[in-house]
Structures are given as structure tokens and as C-alpha cells.
């Protein structure tokens, strides 16, 4: 699908690591270079017009998130450098002043590093209890397993919408009410499932969302914290300076700006937040059901072509995201992955940032096929015929 608006994939790599960062469109560089080239400004800041030019299409984005992920306010998305920011300002700008010791977390074992060291350093100063909700054999989260780990102390439950290495789809929205009708906050890690599937914050009810713009064909260095603005209003800026004050007096009072203003210190990610507008429309202009619809149908044609191949071992061969987990049985992933890039074939090979996983899977290190609408059934096949050579992987990367 869409192929042409990649001038990367004219270079005929095959890319199967989406799942970190995922290739540009040619209309979001294209509007990050109109930036540059026709209308340079810092943000709410001039009185000139191309400051004004900037601070209309700095908020129109702000808009486009809004509307894409239907949130009720503009005020209720911030922009912020990705996941991994907007995970630590919700843990530290807003949790860290509500927990108290013995209060505790729900999380699992196969989180995103950002969403489990944050807790953990919370834990450390406050003195909060991690608990996991175990995964069945699927390695899936389930309703009767969230229902089991909540106890009188349960005041969070952060979890991934979709993990980075299981890539099993979280019933998110039961867990939410679940979890309101106990009084317990969700936190939503979307990094993984913002590019993948039609993503609406009031049906699902969480009550904080992260993600990142460069999983979702936007611009690296540029992300979104969605709150309900009844949360948000209470989160304390973790930095400070300009832009995000409305004045200060040289005997120390500060008086900061409204939401989102006061969370966005210091020249934000102009750019990225241009191009992020730019890849908003351009997904927009799929249709994320389409996208949802082709990747499903091209991990399924993965996982029987990868079945048929009796050296390779799967670890996720259920789950809905557009990830699959395998290794050749016998060889180190990351040899695997040296392998295949001889064959200009990209994978990710490692723990994938999941460095618990490994109590669940029972394996340090996994290969990673993590795909995306750009990707095709024939390059499935290249990579199938490329695997079924891999006898002589050692022979090949030594």
C-alpha cells in the first residue's frame, strides 16, 4: 500500500522493523522543509507574520491529534519528545504527588522499559508496591487476570496497548471500567498501536496516553501526552522556563501559564510538530482501518509461511499486532539479524527494550518482524527464501 510515498523503499531494502521507527512520507518532509525554507519562526512567540504562521499550524496539529485520537479538548494533548517523556511526566508530574506508600501499580512482565523503570524509581522514593498481572499462555493479558490482581491497594494500571514483543492487543477499554468501578487510574502506553489501529480515548476511557510521531510515519524527536483535562490540570511541569510562565518576580514567585502551555517549557520540537500534522492527514487519508485490515492480512500470510519452516521457532504465533517474535532454533538472534541484513532485510534482534520478558518467554533474545502497511507478501517471500538458506548462516557472517 502506498509504496510510492517512500522514497526509501526505492532503494530496495526490505523493512521489517517498524516497530521501532517506521519510514517517511514524502508530504511530512516536505512540510518540514516549507518550515525551513519559507516560514522560519519560533512558536508563540512573535508578532511578525511568520510567527504567526507558525503558531496557526503548531496548533492546527495540536487540533489533528485531538480529533484523531477524539479527545474532548485541545487542551488535553501536549506535545512532548515522545513515549518515553510522556510516560515519565505522568509518573513524576502527577503520581508522584497522589501515591503514598503501599499504594500500588499494576503492570506486566512484558512492558516497555518506559513503562516499568519509572514505576520503579517511583518505588524506590515513595515506597510503592509493583505487582504484574500474570499472562496466560498466550502471554496475553486477560480480563479475569486484571479482575484477580486488583486488591483494596491498587491505585494505577499502566499497561501497553499493544507490547513492543509480544505484540498482543490489551483489551483496553474492559479493563478501564474495571478499573474505575475500583477506583484505580489506566495509563496508556500507545506507542505501538498509534500507527496500526483507529485509537479513540473517550470510548476507551483511559485516563493518560503516550506515543511517539516517529512509530507513526511522522518525524523523530516529537510526541503526544493526552490526559483528561481533570488529571492533566494537577500534573506539575517537570521543567521549567520559557513560554511556560505567565510571570515571575525576582523574589521567587511564579504564576505558570494554563494547560497545555505551562507543560510545553523552552522551544518545543517545531518541526516535528509541523510534520506530525503532515502525517496525521496522510493517515487520515488510508484510513486506519484499512491499515488495520492489511496488516492483519499480511501477518497472517507471515505466520503460515514462517509455520512451514520446521527450524523456526515462533513465540507469538496468536497474538493480533503486527508483530511477530521468532528464532532459528539453535542460533543467536542477533546472528540471525547480521544474516539477513547481508540480504539488504531488516529485523530487530535483542530484548527489545522488555528486558523482563525473559521470565516469560524463557529466552534472553528474540528476532522481531514488526510490520507496516508499506510492507508486501513478496517481500514475505524473499525473506522466507532467505531464511530457508540460513544453513549456512555461520559461514555467511563469519
Known amino acids: 500500500m502506498n509504496r510510492e510515498d517512500f522514497d526509501i523503499l526505492k532503494t530496495n531494502i526490505i523493512y521489517f ?115 504484574y498481572i500474570p499472562l496466560n499462555e498466550n502471554n496475553e493479558v486477560t480480563i479475569e487476570a486484571v479482575k484477580n490482581s486488583i486488591t483494596p491497594k491498587t491505585k494505577v494500571i499502566s499497561l501497553a496497548h499493544i507490547t513492543n514483543v509480544v505484540g498482543d492487543l490489551r483489551p483496553i477499554k474492559e479493563i478501564a471500567e474495571i478499573a474505575h468501578d475500583n477506583g484505580i487510574l489506566v495509563v496508556l502506553d500507545a506507542a505501538q498501536s498509534i500507527a496500526h489501529k483507529k485509537i479513540d480515548v473517550r470510548d476507551l476511557d483511559v485516563d493518560f496516553m503516550a506515543f511517539s510521531g516517529h512509530k507513526m510515519y511522522g518525524p523523530t524527536g516529537i510526541g503526544v501526552l493526552y490526559a483528561k483535562f481533570s488529571l492533566l490540570d494537577k500534573l506539575k511541569p517537570l521543567y521549567y522556563g520559557g513560554g511556560m510562565n505567565a510571570i515571575f518576580t525576582k523574589d521567587g514567585y511564579i504564576e505558570l501559564r494554563e494547560i497545555p502551555t505551562r507543560l510545553e517549557a523552552g522551544t518545543t520540537n517545531i518541526e516535528g510538530i509541523i510534520g506530525l500534522g503532515a502525517c496525521i492527514d496522510y493517515l487520515n487519508m488510508i484510513g486506519m482501518d484499512n491499515i488495520s485490515k492489511y496488516e492483519h492480512e499480511l501477518r497472517e500470510y507471515l505466520i503460515d509461511k514462517l509455520k512451514k519452516l520446521d527450524f523456526i521457532e515462533i513465540y507469538n504465533e496468536n497474538n493480533k499486532g503486527a508483530i511477530v517474535a521468532f528464532n532459528i532454533k539453535g542460533v543467536f538472534a542477533q546472528d540471525t539479524a547480521v544474516y539477513l541484513d547481508k540480504y539488504n532485510i531488516c529485523i530487530r534482534a535483542g530484548n527489545h527494550c522488555a528486558k523482563i520478558l525473559n521470565n516469560v518467554f524463557n529466552v534472553n533474545n528474540t528476532c522481531r518482524i514488526s510490520l507496516s502497511f508499506y510492507n508486501t507478501k513478496e517481500e514475505v517471500d524473499l525473506l522466507i527464501n532467505v531464511l530457508k538458506n540460513s544453513r549456512n548462516i555461520y559461514n555467511e557472517i563469519l
Open 17 to 131: 522493523d517498524n516497530g521501532a521507527t517506521s519510514f517517511k512520507p514524502n508530504i511530512v518532509k516536505e512540510k518540514i522543509m516549507e518550515y525551513y525554507s519559507l516560514y522560519t519562526a519560533n512558536a508563540h512567540r512573535g508578532d511578525y507574520k511568520n510567527s504567526m504562521i507558525v503558531d496557526q499550524k503548531y496548533e492546527e496539529t495540536r487540533r489533528k491529534v485531538k480529533e484523531f485520537i477524539n479527545a474532548r479538548e485541545d487542551s488535553e494533548i501536549v506535545f512532548t519528545s515522545g513515549t518515553t517523556e510522556g510516560l515519565n511526566m505522568i509518573v513524576f508530574g502527577y503520581f508522584k504527588n497522589v501515591l503514598k506508600k503501599g499504594d500500588e501499580v499494576l503492570l506486566t512482565e512484558s512492558e516497555h522499559a518506559s513503562n516499568i523503570l519509572p514505576w520503579f524509581v517511583l518505588a524506590k522514593e515513595l515506597g510503592i508496591v509493583i505487582r
